[in-house]
């Protein structure tokens, strides 16, 4: 089966149809017989596959590779072939985009992995990360759980992260900073017959540990967090709130809508 050229061919000119199906929701064998979804290549390679047999590992490939595209969906195709064959023609990388996209998708857990790569990626084919922080980033989300996720976006803070943050040091989102010690010697006189003799009193200070995230941590918040393209999201979706409310109090949604 060649999969790779059906992927890309599926990433670079199909768009999913409308209200085709739930991926998530749907079993597997349900996304095989959905005539919408037959039409795109890499669907098509599997079902001719499945005329043989194909087994349970295969069926879940495919459920992640839908995944995958139903997130990068509703990228415009010019813009995706525009950004994907930059890449591709760079000669920086010795994978085509394509093939280290499966890599990546066969890496992921489950069809949630998958859709979190692809929100990554739609990053880079809108123009808000770079192709290698996506690679980068892409390697860690991976192998996030719900919860690791979770609690970085909550303890994030671009300067120092919450102490919560130190659960999440063998992730590669995070790393940890020490401020060096320094010691001061402060020479004690002895003042009265009875005081302790002269000597020498150590200050010592520094060795506060701060948990930091790491560039690949920036990236995993710009994308999943409130970071830029976040905001923009939040932004659309008040808009779009606002055009609503106005649409049903007004019967229009206002100019600058």
């Known amino acids: 089966m060649d999969i790779q050229g059906k ?5 670079r000119n199909s768009v999913l149809p409308d209200a085709a199906v739930d991926i998530a929701e749907s079993s597997i064998d349900a996304l095989l017989d959905n005539e919408l979804l037959k039409q795109i290549p890499i669907v098509k390679i599997f079902i001719g596959a499945a005329q043989v047999g194909v087994n349970i590992r295969d069926k879940l490939f495919l459920k992640k590779i839908l995944s995958f595209l139903s997130n990068v969906d509703g990228i415009d195709l010019g813009e995706r072939q525009r950004v994907i064959s930059s890449i591709d023609n760079s000669k920086e990388y010795r994978l085509k985009v394509g093939e280290k996209l499966l890599y990546i998708i066969d890496s992921c857990e489950d069809y949630e992995g998958a859709e979190r790569v692809a929100r ?20 860690i989300v991976t192998k996030l759980s719900n919860r690791e996720l979770n609690l970085f976006l909550a303890s994030y803070n671009v300067w120092y992260m919450g102490e919560g943050a130190r659960e999440l040091m063998h992730t590669g989102l995070v790393y940890s900073e020490t401020k060096e010690v320094e010691v001061d010697l402060e020479k004690v006189e002895q003042g009265d017959w009875d005081d302790p003799p002269e000597h020498y009193k150590a200050n010592v ?11 690949a941590g920036d990236t995993v918040y710009e994308v999943f967090g409130m970071g830029k393209i976040a905001r923009q999201k939040q932004m659309g979706e008040q808009r779009e709130e606002r055009k609503r409310k106005n649409v049903r109090e007004l019967g229009y949604p206002p100019r600058g809508l």
């Open 205 to 215: 200070s520094g060795g506060d540990i701060t948990i930091k995230p790491t560039d």
């Open 7 to 11: 992927f890309d061919d599926s990433l």
């Open 120 to 139: 990554l990626f739609r990053a880079v084919l809108i123009g808000d990360i770079e192709y290698d922080d996506y690679l980068e980033a892409s390697s």
